[in-house]
C-alpha cells in the first residue's frame, strides 16, 4: 500500500474512531408542551393536548360530549365551522440559540393554518399531508418565544375555493382541501371535519451539514450477494470535506465509505452496498419478512449524523400480461407470483391524533391472525404512521399504496397541483424504503365514477366544462404523480385509479383490478360472486352489525332496535339496514329479537363474503387476488368491516382466516352438483387425501367417501364433480350437512362444511351444547359438545375484552372443540359468564 492509501485509511480510521467522541450535528427539541387553545374572537383559554386536535381537545375540557355515543355527533357540527387559535411559550438557551441553523417542523398541520413566531408570520399551511419546514434561525430569541396558530374553517375555505369554479365539482365541499376525505362524511364514518396539529412539532437544531434523506435501492440480487445502492440528499450550509459511510451494526456486510466535498446547499451523493448472501423478505404464508438495520453515517469536521433505515432485500413487480382471456394482473414477490389475500385498510379513527403505536400493532396483529398477505391503504384516508408500514415490514404484510384521493374530481390550479406535488413527495420519499410497499396507486373510483356514476349529465356540464375537469384529472394522475415517482420512486408499480373498469363493464372481469358492488349496491344475490370473479378483486363488502357489546357502548336500552334514531346515525348508508333485512329474509328465518337479527347479520355476512372470497381462490391463477370491503372502523358502527372500532372480530373475520389459509378445501354446489376445489398457496406441490363425510343433523355418519388429490402450487384445482343426488343417496338435504377433509396421514391440513339449503329451508334443531373448562397459562380453554349440528357456534363473555381463540365454528354430535379465550384479566365467574349460541337459537 502506498503512502497516500495508508494516509487516507488512516484518516478514515481517526475519524470514524473519534465518532463517538463528537456531538451530534443534528439536534432536535419536540413542542409537545405548554398548549392552550381558544375559539377566534374570544378570551377563553382551555388546555391543549399536541399532537391532538380540537374534537379532543374540547372533550377533555368538559366542553362537548362524546360524538360516539348515542346521536352526539350531529351535537359537534358547529366546531368545523369555527376558527380556533393554538399557542405555546419555551425558551431558547444559548447553546440552541448558537446554531448555525435551526428549523421549525411540523410533521402535519390540519389543515389551513396561519402560524407566527414571535408576532410574525411564517407560514400559511394548507395542506394536512405535508411536512412543513421553515428555517428560523433568526426569528428565535434567546429567553422566551411565542408561537401561535390560527386554524381557518375548512369548511368555510371549501366554500371560498368553489365559489371561484364556474362549475360544480363532484364531492365539491371536501375536493378544495388536501384534507383526509373521510371525515366530511362517509358511508360507514360520521361527520367530524378537525383541525389541529395533528402529528409532532419540534426544532431541529443543526450545523456544517446533515443527511436528508436516503433511498436505499436492491439493484440486483443473486444466492450470492444482493447489490444495492443508498442515493442520499446532504444538506450542506457552508463547502466542507466529509465522509460517508454505510454500515450494519449486526454485521450483516461490509462497510463502505466515501470521501465527500459538499457544496452549500443540497448535494446528491449515491453509494453502493453489498450483502452477501442475502436473506430475501417475504410476505405471510410465503417465508419469513427478514429485514436489515442500515445505520448510513456522515462525519464531518465538528461532528457526525446518522440515519437508521430498515430495509427488506426483495423484487416486487406487477404483472400485467396478455392471455386467452384478457390481461393478468398479478404480484410476483422475488419472482414468484404471490395471492394477494387482505382487505381495505381505512384509518382507525376518526380522530387519527390519537392513535398509539399499540394500536396498530393490534391492527397488524388480527390482519396476520387471520393469514393476511396484503392491506389496500384506501385514498380516502390518510397515509397511516409510520408505525403502520414498519409493522407491516416486520410482519410480512404487502401494502397497496393509494394516494389521498378518492370518489371525487379535483381542481387543477396552479396552486393546488403545487401543494399535491409537495403531499405526493413529503410521502413518497417517507414511505418508500419500506419492503412492504408494493404499489403506490392514484386514487379510488375516480376514473370509475367519471365515466359510469352520471357526474357530467347530473351536475349539467358543458362540453367545455367536462374537457376542463378531465384534463385536470389527467394532471394529476397521468402527469404530476408519475412525473413524481419516476424522480423519487422509479421501482414500484403505479396504477393510476383503482378500479380500471366500473362493474358493470365486461372488462372488469377479464382485465385490470375490480371492484364489485353487484352484490350490496346491485341487491344481487350471493350467488352472483361466482359468476363476477375478476383478475384481481380489490373492492367487494357486505355488512353486518357490530357485536352486541359494541352497540351496548353507544347505546341506552331504548335505542336498541333496528330502526331507531340512534342506530340510524351510526348505519351511514342511507339504505343500510333495510339492505341487511332485505339479504336476510331471502337466506334465514325471521330473528326472534334485535340482539338475534345482530348476531344473525353476522353469520349472513359471514357465509356472503366466503361464497365470494372462496370463488376467488378457486379460480386461481386467473385471479390472483382478493381484498375484501373492508377491514376496520374509525368509530363504533354498522358497516363492511370484519374488525370493529374496539378490535372485535366479527365473524367474517373468524372465516376470512380459514378461507385465506395456504391449503384450504371448498365444497360448493353448481348445477345440482356437489364440487370440491383445492387450493394452495404453497411453492411446492402437497398430496393426500380429501375424504368427504355425509352426516344427518342427529350426528349419524350416512356416507363417506375418501380419495388421494393433490394440491397443485399457486392453484386452484377442481378434485371432486358429483351429481348431489347421487351423493345425497335418497338422504335429504334438509337435515344432512357435508364435512370435507383434506388430509396427510392423520394430520387434518384443512377442513370446512357445506350445508345443502338455506338456513330457512333447513330443518335446524336447538343445540344443547356442554362444555368444561379449564384454565391455562393465556386464561381459559373452553371444551365444547353438542348434541345435534350446531351451526356458527358463538361464544361470548359479557364485557371482557379477551379474545377467542376461534369463534362462529360448526360442530357435530360426536366430536369436541376447544377454544382458548385469551385475556389478562381474572374471571372468577367464568363458567356462569360464558354465553353459547349456535344459529338455531337466534329464531
Given at each position: 500500500m502506498d503512502r497516500k492509501l495508508l494516509f487516507i485509511a488512516g484518516f478514515l480510521l481517526l475519524m470514524f474512531s473519534a465518532c463517538e467522541e463528537q456531538q451530534p450535528l443534528v439536534g432536535k427539541r419536540y413542542l409537545n408542551q405548554n398548549w392552550e387553545f381558544s375559539q377566534a374572537g374570544t378570551d377563553t383559554w382551555?388546555?391543549?393536548?399536541?399532537?391532538?386536535?380540537?374534537?379532543?381537545?374540547?372533550?377533555?375540557?368538559?366542553?362537548?360530549?362524546?360524538?360516539?355515543?348515542?346521536?352526539?355527533?350531529?351535537?359537534?357540527?358547529?366546531?368545523?365551522?369555527?376558527?380556533?387559535?393554538?399557542?405555546?411559550?419555551?425558551?431558547?438557551?444559548?447553546?440552541?440559540?448558537?446554531?448555525?441553523?435551526t428549523e421549525l417542523i411540523f410533521e402535519g398541520l390540519d389543515t389551513h393554518a396561519t402560524v407566527q413566531l414571535n408576532g410574525e408570520v411564517i407560514l400559511n399551511a394548507d395542506n394536512m399531508f405535508r411536512t412543513?419546514?421553515?428555517?428560523?434561525?433568526?426569528?428565535?430569541?434567546?429567553?422566551?418565544?411565542?408561537?401561535?396558530?390560527?386554524?381557518?374553517?375548512?369548511?368555510?375555505?371549501?366554500?371560498?375555493?368553489?365559489?371561484?369554479?364556474?362549475?360544480?365539482?363532484?364531492?365539491?365541499?371536501?375536493?378544495?382541501?388536501?384534507?383526509?376525505?373521510?371525515?366530511?362524511?362517509?358511508?360507514?364514518?360520521?361527520?367530524?371535519?378537525?383541525?389541529?396539529?395533528?402529528?409532532?412539532?419540534?426544532?431541529?437544531?443543526?450545523?456544517?451539514?446533515?443527511?436528508?434523506?436516503?433511498?436505499?435501492?436492491?439493484?440486483?440480487?443473486?444466492?450470492?450477494?444482493?447489490?444495492?445502492?443508498?442515493?442520499?440528499?446532504?444538506?450542506?450550509?457552508?463547502?466542507?470535506?466529509?465522509?460517508?459511510?454505510?454500515?450494519?451494526?449486526?454485521?450483516?456486510?461490509?462497510?463502505?465509505?466515501?470521501?465527500?466535498?459538499?457544496?452549500?446547499?443540497?448535494?446528491?451523493?449515491?453509494?453502493?452496498?453489498?450483502?452477501?448472501?442475502?436473506?430475501?423478505?417475504?410476505?405471510?404464508?410465503?417465508?419469513?419478512?427478514?429485514?436489515?438495520?442500515?445505520?448510513?453515517?456522515?462525519?464531518?469536521?465538528?461532528?457526525?449524523?446518522?440515519?437508521?433505515?430498515?430495509?427488506?432485500?426483495?423484487?416486487?413487480?406487477?404483472?400485467?400480461?396478455?392471455?386467452?382471456?384478457?390481461?393478468?394482473?398479478?404480484?410476483?414477490?422475488?419472482?414468484?407470483?404471490?395471492?394477494?389475500?387482505?382487505?381495505?385498510?381505512?384509518?382507525?379513527?376518526?380522530?387519527?391524533?390519537?392513535?398509539?403505536?399499540?394500536?396498530?400493532e393490534s391492527a397488524i396483529s388480527d390482519a396476520v391472525k387471520a393469514n393476511f398477505n396484503m392491506l389496500r391503504v384506501w385514498g380516502g384516508g390518510i397515509y397511516e404512521d409510520d408505525a403502520f408500514y414498519e409493522l407491516c415490514d416486520e410482519n410480512g404484510i404487502m401494502v397497496w399504496q393509494d394516494f389521498m384521493f378518492a370518489c371525487a374530481m379535483y381542481p387543477g390550479d396552479d396552486r393546488f397541483l403545487e401543494t399535491v406535488r409537495h403531499e405526493v413527495e413529503d410521502n413518497v420519499v417517507r414511505l418508500r424504503n419500506h419492503a412492504s410497499l408494493a404499489l403506490w396507486c392514484g386514487n379510488n373510483e375516480i376514473q370509475n365514477g367519471w365515466l359510469d356514476w352520471g357526474w357530467q349529465k347530473r351536475l349539467g356540464y358543458s362540453e367545455d366544462d367536462s374537457t376542463q375537469i378531465w384534463s385536470d384529472y389527467q394532471k394529476i394522475f397521468h402527469e404530476l404523480i408519475p412525473e413524481v415517482l419516476g424522480q423519487q420512486d422509479p421501482t414500484r408499480d403505479y396504477w393510476p385509479s383503482s378500479p380500471s373498469y366500473g362493474w358493470g363493464h365486461e372488462e372488469a372481469l377479464t382485465q385490470g383490478d375490480n371492484h364489485y358492488w353487484g352484490v350490496w349496491w346491485g341487491m344481487e344475490p350471493f350467488s352472483m360472486y361466482r359468476k363476477k370473479v375478476s383478475r384481481f378483486m380489490s373492492e367487494f363488502g357486505f355488512q353486518a352489525f357490530p357485536p352486541w357489546e359494541t352497540i351496548k357502548s353507544f347505546t341506552l336500552e331504548e335505542d336498541r332496535s333496528l330502526f331507531s334514531d340512534v342506530m340510524q346515525v351510526h348505519q351511514k348508508h342511507h339504505i343500510g339496514n333495510k339492505t341487511i333485512q332485505t339479504y336476510m329474509d331471502r337466506w334465514y328465518p325471521q330473528p326472534k329479537d334485535f340482539e338475534s337479527f345482530v348476531y344473525v347479520s353476522q353469520v349472513m355476512q359471514a357465509e356472503g363474503m366466503a361464497d365470494g372470497i372462496a370463488a376467488h381462490r378457486r379460480s386461481m391463477p386467473y385471479s390472483m387476488g382478493t381484498l375484501y370491503w373492508q377491514f376496520n372502523d374509525c368509530w363504533p358502527v354498522v358497516s363492511w368491516s370484519s374488525r370493529d372500532y374496539y378490535g372485535n372480530w366479527k365473524a367474517l373475520h373468524y372465516r376470512v382466516r380459514k378461507i385465506y389459509s395456504n391449503l384450504y378445501v371448498s365444497p360448493f354446489l353448481e348445477d345440482d352438483r356437489l364440487k370440491v376445489s383445492l387450493v394452495s398457496d404453497e411453492r411446492t406441490s402437497v398430496k393426500g387425501t380429501l375424504v368427504l363425510s355425509l352426516y344427518d343433523f342427529q350426528g349419524e355418519l350416512l356416507r363417506q367417501l375418501s380419495e388421494e388429490v393433490e394440491a397443485l402450487p399457486n392453484q386452484g384445482v377442481e378434485v371432486t364433480d358429483l351429481a348431489l343426488q347421487d351423493f345425497l343417496q335418497g338422504a335429504s338435504s334438509k337435515s344432512t350437512v357435508l364435512k370435507a377433509e383434506f388430509l396427510k396421514g392423520?394430520?387434518?391440513?384443512?377442513?370446512?362444511?357445506?350445508?345443502?339449503?338455506?338456513?330457512?329451508?333447513?330443518?335446524?334443531?336447538?343445540?344443547?351444547i356442554s362444555f368444561i373448562v379449564a384454565q391455562n397459562e393465556k386464561g381459559f380453554e373452553v371444551t365444547l359438545a353438542t348434541d345435534v349440528v350446531a351451526e356458527s357456534v358463538y361464544l361470548n363473555i359479557p364485557e371482557n375484552s379477551g379474545r377467542w381463540s376461534d369463534n362462529f365454528f360448526n360442530m357435530i354430535p360426536g366430536e369436541t372443540k376447544t377454544v382458548t379465550f385469551e385475556t389478562g384479566e381474572e374471571i372468577p365467574d367464568f363458567e356462569e359468564e360464558l354465553e353459547i349460541r349456535s344459529l338455531a337459537d337466534a329464531f
Open positions: 382551555h388546555m391543549a393536548e399536541v399532537p391532538g386536535c380540537v374534537h379532543t381537545d374540547l372533550m377533555a375540557n368538559g366542553i362537548i360530549e362524546d360524538p360516539f355515543y348515542r346521536g352526539n355527533e350531529d351535537s359537534v357540527q358547529w366546531v368545523s365551522e369555527k376558527e380556533w387559535v393554538y399557542r405555546t411559550s419555551f425558551r431558547i438557551d444559548e447553546v440552541e440559540k448558537s446554531h448555525q441553523a412543513w419546514s421553515i428555517d428560523v434561525s433568526d426569528l428565535l430569541i434567546k429567553g422566551e418565544n411565542h408561537l401561535e396558530i390560527l386554524f381557518h374553517s375548512p369548511e368555510e375555505y371549501n366554500t371560498r375555493q368553489a365559489a371561484k369554479l364556474p362549475y360544480v365539482l363532484p364531492e365539491d365541499e371536501r375536493v378544495h382541501s388536501r384534507k383526509a376525505p373521510y371525515q366530511f362524511g362517509w358511508d360507514w364514518g360520521p361527520r367530524l371535519i378537525t383541525s389541529g396539529i395533528w402529528k409532532p412539532v419540534y426544532l431541529r437544531f443543526w450545523n456544517h451539514a446533515r443527511i436528508d434523506n436516503a433511498f436505499i435501492k436492491t439493484n440486483k440480487i443473486s444466492d450470492d450477494k444482493a447489490v444495492l445502492s443508498a442515493d442520499l440528499e446532504v444538506d450542506a450550509i457552508q463547502p466542507a470535506n466529509a465522509t460517508l459511510k454505510i454500515s450494519s451494526p449486526e454485521g450483516a456486510f461490509e462497510s463502505v465509505s466515501r470521501e465527500l466535498s459538499l457544496q452549500s446547499g443540497i448535494n446528491q451523493v449515491s453509494l453502493d452496498f453489498e450483502i452477501p448472501e442475502p436473506q430475501l423478505w417475504w410476505s405471510n404464508g410465503l417465508g419469513e419478512p427478514n429485514l436489515y438495520d442500515v445505520h448510513v453515517e456522515l462525519v464531518a469536521e465538528d461532528g457526525y449524523d446518522v440515519l437508521k433505515e430498515r430495509i427488506g432485500v426483495r423484487t416486487i413487480e406487477l404483472v400485467q400480461e396478455d392471455d386467452q382471456y384478457g390481461r393478468s394482473f398479478e404480484f410476483h414477490l422475488n419472482g414468484v407470483p404471490v395471492f394477494a389475500k387482505g382487505a381495505n385498510f381505512i384509518p382507525l379513527e376518526s380522530f387519527p391524533s390519537r392513535l398509539t403505536r399499540e394500536d396498530y392423520d394430520e387434518v391440513l384443512c377442513d370446512n362444511h357445506l350445508f345443502f339449503e338455506l338456513p330457512k329451508d333447513r330443518q335446524m334443531e336447538e343445540a344443547e
